[in-house]
């Protein structure tokens, strides 16, 4: 059953998971998304009762809201970024199991492509003679 809890429950727990090799764009990510989930369920109440039942509605309408402001899947550290917010939110129940593995599978793919990246080619400039001497071919 989906459940939803205060946003401070959900800062709390990014709170005690930050460890030193975190990075700041990983937690930047995960608050946006959560506060984007949030904002959604908020509105989903709006005007209804706080019951049970309501309160899992509100939370199962609200989970598009947390997947559309992830980060892009283009460069390492958006990548990096998207799977923190994919284990987020399934840690809080916003991303359901069979969309979860969709969505680190596409992380796997981004990664995977990073990796295989032709590397930008240098260019081989030809020295210019210097001045009063011809190159003849």
Not at 80 to 109: D, M, S, T, W
Request: glycine share 2%.
């Amino acid at each position: 059953m989906i459940t939803t809890a205060p946003e401070s429950t959900f800062t709390e727990a990014i709170s005690s998971s930050e460890s030193s090799s975190d990075s700041k764009q990983s937690r930047a990510a995960i608050k946006r998304c959560c506060a984007a989930w949030q904002r959604a369920q908020d509105a989903f109440m709006e005007g209804r009762e706080k019951k049970p039942f309501t309160l899992a509605l509100a939370a199962l309408q609200a989970r598009p809201a947390f997947c559309r402001v992830m980060p892009p899947l283009a460069g390492y550290e958006n990548i990096r970024a998207f799977i923190a917010c994919v284990a987020h939110g399934i840690q809080v129940e916003a991303i359901p199991e069979k969309r979860a593995n969709q969505l680190l599978y596409a992380a796997q793919v981004a990664l995977a492509s990073l990796k295989r990246a032709p590397k930008p080619r240098k260019r081989r400039i030809k020295p210019t003679p210097p001045p009063g001497e011809a190159q003849f071919r």
